[in-house]
């Protein structure tokens, strides 16, 4: 079975600072793969999904970018943070075409 | 446009007792329709979904979910609530786009429950 791997657990970053998150999974090949981000501990908005290397789709415009350099590992940026880029981010797979979601145990970030 | 409705932000409810946690859904076609939870600074797992079949589905932790065509509705059910189920709850319905999967998730509702 699938397992996901997500460092740091928690951050705090100054606001204008780097991101980079990074997300790894075991047990599956060619996963689908995904970001989610949780806001004040309650609903999940999509950010990106990846269905292969380099293949990425945003769901929303916004300071976040999302990078996919092998086949198991997802990678969540920015240049420059802001306040609003707060929140407990989750990564997720599914393999191929797979109906439900794996997730992983997800990063608290904290901007200030 | 495929969405969830979680209409309850807490349901509190006596360790022992039934408890539902309700959600509605607005889908074109079928809906495959699926339950996590969240227990505090972790993940979701999965606790169950409806794809086809029985309207009635179970889970893990002795969770079940009922669904029904005419309600629009996928309540999640446990008949004898446990301390430890306390949690936010995630109604989720999978979208197509492009060929592709994805889950729209509910707002969540947090469950408590008490001794």
């Known amino acids: 079975s699938q397992t996901i791997h997500q460092w740091p657990a928690t951050l705090v970053q100054p606001v204008g600072s780097p991101l980079s998150l990074e997300c790894t999974v075991e047990g599956t090949s060619n996963p689908n793969l995904y970001w989610y981000r949780q806001a004040a501990g309650r609903g999940l908005q999509l950010l990106f999904y990846?269905?292969?290397?380099?293949?990425i789709s945003s769901e929303v415009p916004q300071n976040l970018s999302a990078s996919r350099p092998q086949d198991r590992q997802f990678i969540l940026s920015s240049k420059k943070l802001l306040l609003s880029d707060s929140g407990f981010y989750l990564c997720a797979c599914s393999p191929g075409q797979g109906n439900y979601l794996y997730f992983g145990p997800g990063t608290r970030l904290t901007v200030t | 446009a495929q969405s969830v409705a979680q209409p309850e932000d807490q349901v509190n409810v006596a360790e022992g007792n039934p408890l539902t946690v309700k959600c509605t859904y607005s889908?074109?076609?079928?809906?495959?329709l699926f339950w996590y939870v969240q227990y505090p600074n972790r993940g979701l797992q999965f606790l169950l979904k409806y794809i086809t079949g029985d309207n009635l589905v179970k889970g893990s932790y002795g969770f079940e979910a009922e669904f029904n065509k005419s309600q629009t509705s996928f309540h999640l059910k446990k008949p004898s609530a446990l301390v430890s189920d306390s949690a936010l709850y995630f109604c989720a319905v999978r979208r197509l786009s492009g060929g592709y999967n994805k889950l729209i998730f509910g707002a969540g509702t947090r469950l408590a429950v008490h001794p």
């Open positions: 889908v074109s076609g079928n809906p495959y």
């Open positions: 990846s269905v292969g290397i380099g293949q």
